[in-house]
């Protein structure tokens, strides 16, 4: 087959690449106005530039008449979605399911117990030449921990917990099942799991049913001195209602995301206290690139020999977008 594939990796420097489609280089350029490859009309499988605006991974879509298959390289599709009204029917969406467990995984370890053990305040001494000696500090031993959003990256997230000597694990998704680990709850009972949480980390993808789902009432229902740790997207957490919770001193929070994204200079956010925040630096590391390398090949090699593609969250219809897959919730 014939068909133009538009890559955010230089075609070149992917081993394995299948045979047939015409493979073009386009990730945005650093000032988003990068002209593009060729027609966008004569793209059949656009794999969308990885941690850029959704502006400019959208612009070309509403040209792309040809295409078949929109391939995310980030776990959730929140991004491209909005350009998905300007595509034809059958057009399949794909998530990187796969490609982003691990290093979110590591991250979110790293900020429970940055957080616990006090490493912020810690940096900020060795900067002032101080020695803070004599505090004890809360350890990950012992404490329950709650995971909102029990997919791919969720599981993970418990397999690097499961040497801690945790208490306790819950597990909760948008419904109910049961795993190896033990039972996944529904989202339906976090009223009865958040107050017998110390840790609660937010794992699930951006939807209409979990934007703003840590609002005010989540937030009050957690348990005093309790930490939220938030490796999903920005605006799952009702940044004002947990200003409100973070200026009160009643809980603590560690955020890899926020809303707004990227954090203003000015926002309070920085500098309320008990807080710790990375620069949404989940995904890019060193395990991304061979892992999303991976995952193309893997998928064109599919969409060349028209076989089953892997990770496909919705397809493109007449009535709007039908759902025929999960997000990793």
């Given at each position: 087959m014939t068909a133009d594939v538009w890559l955010p990796i230089p075609p070149d420097e992917i081993a394995g690449l299948p045979d047939g489609p015409h493979y073009l280089?386009?990730?945005?350029?650093?000032?988003?106005?990068?002209?593009?490859?060729?027609?966008?009309?004569?793209?059949?499988?656009?794999?969308?530039?990885?941690?850029?605006?959704?502006?400019?991974?959208?612009?070309?879509?509403?040209?792309?008449?040809?295409?078949?298959?929109?391939?995310?390289?980030?776990?959730?599709?929140?991004?491209?979605?909005?350009?998905?009204?300007?595509?034809?029917?059958?057009?399949?969406?794909?998530?990187?399911?796969?490609?982003?467990?691990?290093?979110?995984?590591?991250?979110?370890?790293?900020?429970?117990?940055?957080?616990?053990?006090?490493?912020?305040?810690?940096?900020?001494?060795?900067?002032?030449?101080?020695?803070?000696?004599?505090?004890?500090?809360?350890?990950?031993?012992?404490?329950?921990?709650?995971?909102?959003?029990?997919?791919?990256?969720?599981?993970?997230?418990?397999?690097?917990?499961?040497?801690?000597?945790?208490?306790?694990?819950?597990?909760?998704?948008?419904?109910?099942?049961?795993?190896?680990?033990?039972?996944?709850?529904?989202?339906?009972?976090?009223?009865?799991?958040?107050?017998?949480?110390?840790?609660?980390?937010?794992?699930?993808?951006?939807?209409?049913?979990?934007?703003?789902?840590?609002?005010?009432?989540?937030?009050?229902?957690?348990?005093?001195?309790?930490?939220?740790?938030?490796?999903?997207?920005?605006?799952?957490?009702?940044?004002?209602?947990?200003?409100?919770?973070?200026?009160?001193?009643?809980?603590?929070?560690?955020?890899?995301?926020?809303?707004?994204?990227?954090?203003?200079?000015?926002?309070?956010?920085?500098?309320?206290?008990?807080?710790?925040?990375?620069?949404?630096?989940?995904?890019?590391?060193?395990?991304?690139?061979?892992?999303?390398?991976?995952?193309?090949?893997?998928?064109?090699?599919?969409?060349?020999?028209?076989?089953?593609?892997a990770n496909v969250v919705l397809t493109t219809g007449p009535a709007g977008r039908t759902t025929t897959g999960a997000k990793g919730a």
């Open positions: 280089f386009w990730e945005g350029g650093d000032d988003g106005r990068q002209e593009y490859p060729a027609d966008p009309a004569d793209c059949a499988f656009y794999v969308v530039p990885y941690m850029r605006p959704a502006a400019l991974v959208t612009r070309p879509m509403p040209l792309m008449r040809s295409v078949r298959v929109v391939q995310t390289l980030s776990a959730g599709t929140d991004n491209v979605e909005p350009g998905l009204t300007a595509l034809p029917d059958g057009v399949r969406l794909c998530n990187a399911r796969g490609v982003h467990e691990a290093s979110t995984a590591e991250l979110a370890l790293t900020l429970v117990l940055a957080a616990l053990r006090g490493i912020p305040g810690f940096v900020r001494a060795q900067d002032r030449g101080e020695w803070p000696a004599g505090a004890f500090y809360p350890a990950l031993a012992d404490r329950s921990v709650l995971i909102v959003g029990y997919g791919a990256i969720g599981a993970a997230i418990e397999d690097r917990l499961a040497p801690f000597e945790l208490a306790r694990v819950a597990r909760v998704a948008r419904s109910g099942r049961t795993t190896a680990r033990g039972p996944v709850q529904p989202l339906t009972d976090l009223p009865e799991l958040l107050p017998h949480a110390d840790v609660v980390i937010l794992s699930t993808p951006l939807t209409r049913d979990t934007r703003g789902l840590a609002d005010a009432a989540f937030l009050a229902r957690m348990k005093d001195g309790a930490l939220l740790v938030n490796v999903a997207r920005g605006p799952v957490v009702d940044t004002g209602a947990l200003l409100a919770e973070l200026e009160s001193g009643r809980i603590t929070a560690a955020l890899d995301v926020t809303d707004p994204e990227p954090l203003p200079p000015e926002h309070p956010l920085w500098h309320a206290p008990g807080v710790l925040i990375s620069p949404h630096a989940g995904g890019p590391t060193s395990a991304f690139r061979p892992r999303a390398e991976r995952l193309l090949v893997g998928q064109l090699t599919r969409f060349v020999n028209r076989e089953p593609l």
